[in-house]
Structures are given as C-alpha cells and as structure tokens.
Nanobody, 125 residues
C-alpha cells in the first residue's frame, strides 16, 4: 500500500495550489479518503475528507469555502484544491485512506489506516 502526495510548494498569500495523492496497492473506491496537515510545533489536524463515491465531503472550519477535496477513482487519485491561501495554512499536508465505512467521512486521524509521506506547503505573507 502506498500513498504518494505531491503538489506542495511556496506560494504567496492569496494564491492557490492543488495537491494530488496517488494511491497504489489497494482499490481506492473501497475507502473514504482524507487530507490532514501538521504545522511546525503543532499536532496533526484534519483538513478535509471525501466518501468513496464523492457524494459526501467534510471540511475543517478553518478551510471551509477555500479548499475543495475531490477524487478520481479511475486514476486512483485524490485531490485538494487550495485557494485564498493564508500564512497559517503553512504545513506538511498528508493524505490518508482506509476508513471503516466508505460512505462516511471521518475527521479523526485514528479512522485512517494508510498514510502518505506528506508534501510541504509554505504560504508567504
């Protein structure tokens, strides 16, 4: 099982980035997927989640209206479109998979069995 996140980088405040997470080793549409982030000196926090069929999504309040999670099961890839970025969005972003029920979304990191290696997003002020 492998989750490969990419798309991070340095962007000015107000800018946009789109993260991708390519999965292999399991059937992606068996699971809900999620994005988490961890800023320096802080705990990992929930960002967004999506059910297997994209019918249900959920977001942290801090990113609601700015970030959009999506997935393409045929491409084994989940995405995180990030707009109107703020310096406080600076963090390592992780994708996760392996939730108990694929039709639900989960904000707890303990609900996910598989994790990617993370991609760094830096937003300059």
């Amino acid at each position: 099982v492998q989750l490969q996140a990419s798309g991070g980088g340095l962007v000015p405040a107000g800018g946009s980035l789109k993260l991708s997470c390519k999965v292999s080793g399991f059937t992606m549409d068996d699971y809900g997927m999620g994005w988490f982030r961890q800023a320096p000196g802080k705990e990992r926090e929930f960002v967004a989640a999506i059910s297997w069929d994209s019918k249900t999504t959920s977001y942290a309040d801090s990113v609601k209206g700015r970030f959009t999670i999506s997935r393409d099961n045929a491409k084994n890839t989940v995405y995180l479109q990030m707009n109107s970025l703020k310096p406080e969005d600076t963090a390592v972003y992780y994708c996760a998979a392996g939730t108990p029920y694929r039709s639900r979304t989960y904000s707890a990191s303990s609900a996910y069995n598989y994790w990617g290696q993370g991609t760094l997003v830096t937003v300059s002020s």
